[in-house]
């Protein structure tokens, strides 16, 4: 079996206990300087697998700072440096909607997107009323239920690279460390925050996971008819101070918002942006996912405090 078939059914075989026939009976080479050419969707899913692969891969992102994945449409530029690679990797549960036909058509061809989501615990995911019952895809909002997604990026590493196992699998503890200490930081400075004023009002429904796991109350303004007056009602309430724009969306909700609250003779802030879909250029302390972290919770404190 070549290397991209083995790939193929390794990862299959770690999430859903089978192996698909389509894959394409190829390999490619490794980059000439001997790490592994590796393509993700998201500057999220990205910056896991360089953490994980260290220096035996070489990462890039179809998508930048500011970039919203949902509405992210490919271009062939993007299909041909995804079949290009020796791994191609996506966040999954439906996050990157338009791209799915590219990501279809590349694994038709022997060229599978692997989706690091895959390997977190289904009963840990959220389907909100507002989704439809959908899976709300923003796992990585919550440190700890990300770190859940290292082990299947390992497994596919250590598939393509095996005698670099040891390698990727030490990376994994140092990260999910790093990731269990950042997650005890974002729960005590949350709870810095007067308990009433825990309410987290953003463009659209990304902090899902955030506020399940730091016990903040989330709104997510977009949608096809934001309840306008209820959210006034309930800044003037629990006396929000401040509502987040954020990097990859529209401040149109936001602002209308603020208006109303003003209109009523009342005060709110239009606070961030926050990074929700998109990390920070790089750089910039937001370049990482755990830099992004704290970017977020160091806005939200500061604004609700």
């Not at 961030?272 to 970017?295: F, V």
């Amino acid at each position: 079996m070549n290397r991209r078939m083995f790939l193929a059914c390794a990862f299959a075989t770690l999430l859903a206990g089978g192996c698909s026939r389509g894959a394409r009976e190829e390999s490619r080479p490794a980059a000439r300087d001997g790490r592994l050419r590796v393509i993700a969707t998201t500057q999220v899913v990205a910056d896991l697998v360089r953490e994980l692969g260290g220096d035996r891969v070489d990462v890039t992102s179809w998508m930048g700072p500011g970039v919203d994945p949902h509405g992210y449409e490919p271009s062939p530029g993007d299909l041909e440096r995804l079949v290009g690679a020796d791994l191609a990797f996506s966040l999954g549960l439906s996050l990157e909607e338009r791209a799915s036909d590219t990501l279809a058509r590349a694994a038709a061809e022997g060229h599978p997107a692997f989706a690091v989501a895959g390997s977190i615990d289904p009963s840990r995911l959220l389907r909100p009323a507002a989704l439809g019952g959908a899976v709300d895809p923003h796992v990585w909002l919550d440190a700890s239920l990300w770190s859940s997604a290292v082990r299947g990026v390992v497994e596919v590493l250590a598939s393509a690279e095996p005698d670099s196992r040891l390698y990727f699998e030490e990376n994994a503890r140092i990260y999910r460390e790093k990731l269990a200490e950042l997650d005890e930081w974002c729960r005590s400075e949350i709870a810095l925050i007067p308990a009433e004023r825990r309410v987290l009002i953003t463009a659209h429904d990304a902090f899902g996971y955030f506020g399940r796991a730091y016990g903040v109350d989330t709104v997510g303004l977009e949608g096809p008819a934001p309840d306008v007056p209820r959210i006034v009602d309930l800044v003037r309430e629990r006396g929000v101070p401040a509502v987040f724009s954020e990097t990859s969306m529209s401040r149109g909700s936001v602002d209308a918002v603020v208006e109303a609250v003003r209109a009523v003779g009342g005060t709110l802030a239009a606070s961030g942006p926050l990074y929700s879909d998109a990390m920070g250029p790089a750089g910039t302390p937001a370049a990482t996912y755990p830099g992004m972290m704290r970017a977020n919770v160091e806005a939200i404190t500061e604004a609700l405090q």
